[in-house]
């Protein structure tokens, strides 16, 4: 792991340590256990979202094979040549968020980037100077009426279309417990448990396949380059597999420094979205993330090594109105946010998370 092996070095290598063990929602033997061990689990996972909006998750059910399968997936995709993956472009602006992105293509901003150049007559082409050095691909529920899911041609990839869509089945069904979690983990009962179920809808998630390519030293050395910016997710929670290269960060909103979500074995890293910092009025964050371009002087000559993620974003339905909980209302702090149609919160957001040329 060179870049984040030097990147630790370089600023004193704060990292997430919070690991929780969400088993006893999810195995058959956590299952068995006594409601007393999902409570402590339940606590321990909002006790991380409370501090850092990030947590790492283990005993989640996902075998190795599962996961080393996402990843395998994402490579061969981003292995096919460039006119191959072009035959699933994603399409010009915001929506449908679907198909293939190619590198530079998407630029992704965070709401205070847009604040300090507004005065700018066009945002977009300004935050646009330093382009974000990934490639992506979106894929959504099929049952999704807004924004139909673009795909490959079978024979560019066989069997694509089919994993693809069972991985989102699979994994709106891991969120689907995740959110349950979260509900023991506050203590919601009754009425205030159901309003968690419109924060993950059946066919508004979305699953992402990203590729970080290698970049030498040289490059580092001469360009302006990101591989992701810092934002936040805007739907309800992210649930994130990467490969042992390293790289993303968060915002630690106490010390304001950034600390590295290192990669573990057989974990997922679970972050905030904007929706469950709205429903908890803060309570829990959703906190600004990056993936970062090490300092060069911190590279060996050989540069820094591809990278893959596969981040699943759990939303609300498009037409559900996500308001604060009343209990997190409280004379100490007041309500901070409207409720609001998660369509129209996408929409102000996504302008500025543009897609294709400008
Ligand atoms: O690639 C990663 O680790 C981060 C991805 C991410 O934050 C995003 O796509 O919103
Ligand atoms: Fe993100």
Same mark, same amino acid.
């Given at each position: 792991?060179?870049?984040?092996?030097?990147?630790?070095?370089?600023?004193?290598?704060?990292?997430?340590?919070?690991?929780?063990?969400?088993?006893?929602?999810?195995?058959?033997?956590?299952?068995?256990?006594?409601?007393?061990?999902?409570?402590?689990?339940?606590?321990?996972?909002?006790?991380?979202?409370?501090?850092? @909006?990030?947590? +790492? &998750?283990?005993?989640?059910?996902?075998? #190795?094979?599962?996961?080393? /399968? =996402?990843?395998?997936?994402?490579?061969?995709?981003?292995?096919?040549?460039?006119?191959?993956?072009?035959?699933?472009?994603?399409?010009?602006?915001?929506?449908?968020?679907?198909?293939?992105?190619?590198? @530079?293509?998407? +630029? &992704?901003?965070?709401?205070?980037?847009? #604040?300090?150049?507004?005065? /700018? =007559?066009?945002?977009?082409?300004?935050?646009?100077?330093?382009?974000?050095?990934?490639?992506?691909?979106?894929?959504?529920?099929?049952?999704?009426?807004?924004?139909?899911?673009?795909?490959?041609?079978?024979?560019?990839?066989?069997?694509?279309?089919?994993?693809?869509?069972?991985?989102?089945?699979?994994?709106?069904?891991?969120?689907?417990?995740?959110?349950?979690?979260?509900?023991?983990?506050?203590?919601?009962?009754?009425?205030?448990?159901?309003?968690?179920?419109?924060?993950?809808?059946?066919?508004?998630?979305?699953?992402?396949?990203?590729?970080?390519?290698?970049?030498?030293?040289?490059?580092?050395?001469?360009?302006?380059?990101?591989?992701?910016?810092?934002?936040?997710?805007?739907?309800?929670?992210?649930?994130?597999?990467?490969?042992?290269?390293?790289?993303?960060?968060?915002?630690?909103?106490?010390?304001?420094?950034?600390?590295?979500?290192?990669?573990?074995?057989?974990?997922?890293?679970?972050?905030?979205?904007?929706?469950?910092?709205?429903?908890?009025?803060?309570?829990?964050?959703?906190?600004?993330?990056?993936?970062?371009?090490?300092?060069?002087?911190?590279?060996?000559?050989?540069?820094?090594?591809?990278?893959?993620?596969?981040?699943?974003?759990?939303?609300?339905?498009?037409?559900?109105?996500?308001?604060?909980?009343?209990?997190?209302?409280?004379?100490?702090?007041?309500?901070?946010?409207?409720?609001?149609?998660?369509?129209?919160?996408?929409?102000?957001?996504?302008?500025?998370?543009?897609?294709?040329?400008?």
């Amino acid at each position: 792991m060179p870049h984040s092996a030097a990147a630790l070095a370089e600023n004193g290598g704060a990292r997430i340590t919070e690991t929780v063990d969400l088993s006893p929602f999810f195995t058959e033997a956590g299952r068995a256990l006594p409601d007393s061990a999902r409570t402590e689990a339940g606590k321990a996972l909002i006790e991380a979202l409370h501090s850092f @909006g990030f947590v +790492k &998750v283990v005993g989640h059910g996902l075998s #190795k094979h599962e996961i080393d /399968s =996402a990843l395998g997936w994402t490579k061969k995709l981003f292995d096919l040549p460039y006119e191959d993956k072009m035959k699933a472009p994603h399409p010009p602006g915001p929506m449908p968020h679907r198909g293939y992105s190619g590198l @530079g293509q998407e +630029k &992704v901003y965070s709401k205070d980037d847009v #604040k300090a150049t507004s005065s /700018s =007559a066009d945002v977009g082409k300004v935050l646009r100077k330093i382009s974000d050095f990934k490639e992506s691909y979106e894929i959504g529920s099929e049952q999704d009426p807004v924004q139909q899911n673009i795909w490959l041609p079978d024979d560019v990839l066989s069997g694509f279309r089919s994993y693809t869509t069972s991985l989102y089945e699979r994994l709106s069904g891991v969120s689907k417990v995740l959110l349950d979690a979260i509900g023991v983990g506050l203590g919601l009962e009754g009425d205030e448990h159901a309003t968690l179920t419109g924060l993950v809808s059946d066919r508004h998630c979305q699953l992402r396949l990203l590729h970080y390519p290698p970049i030498g030293k040289e490059k580092l050395q001469n360009e302006l380059l990101a591989r992701l910016p810092p934002h936040t997710d805007w739907g309800t929670f992210t649930l994130l597999f990467q490969d042992q290269n390293g790289g993303l960060e968060l915002k630690d909103a106490q010390t304001k420094e950034y600390i590295h979500a290192e990669p573990e074995e057989g974990a997922f890293v679970l972050n905030a979205g904007d929706m469950l910092q709205r429903f908890t009025n803060d309570y829990i964050t959703s906190s600004l993330h990056r993936v970062s371009v090490p300092d060069p002087s911190t590279v060996l000559d050989s540069g820094i090594p591809a990278r893959y993620s596969v981040p699943f974003f759990t939303c609300p339905d498009f037409s559900h109105t996500v308001a604060t909980l009343p209990r997190f209302v409280t004379p100490e702090s007041p309500a901070k946010y409207e409720p609001v149609r998660f369509d129209q919160y996408g929409s102000i957001i996504s302008k500025y998370q543009y897609q294709g040329e400008e």
